[in-house]
């Protein structure tokens, strides 16, 4: 089997629909269910439990990051992050005189 992962010079990764930063995420959950699975399987958990542990976590995490993919786009995520990151409102508490009086720069002085 072939599989085409990248589409073009200059365009981002892209594997069966995800896109960009989906194909991390996407890859680094089924790792993070994997090792989950193998540490419960190691504390001495039941095998069903750990096997129905594994499917319920990879389906909802294949299914959050389609989701996202879908509802966010290639850089939405990005973009929703970035707008947390930045104040609701600006606060000016000087006076609003000061916008209409003309202040003299002073000239630099060269030697």
């Known amino acids: 089997m072939e599989y085409n992962i990248n ?20 890859a680094g959950g089924l790792l993070s269910v994997f090792v989950v699975f193998v540490i419960l399987y190691m504390a001495g958990v039941d095998q069903w439990f750990c096997i129905g542990f594994g499917v319920i976590a990879a389906s909802a995490l294949v299914w959050l990051t389609f989701n996202l993919n879908a509802k966010y786009g290639e850089y939405g995520l990005m973009k929703l992050l970035a707008k947390r990151q930045h104040p609701h409102y600006l606060i000016n508490r000087k006076n609003s005189r000061r916008f209409f009086l003309h202040r003299k720069r002073k000239e630099a002085v060269y030697a």
Do not use: D, N, P, T
């Open 7 to 26: 589409k073009g010079i200059g365009k981002s990764v892209e594997f069966k629909g995800l896109k960009a930063q989906y194909l991390f995420i996407f």
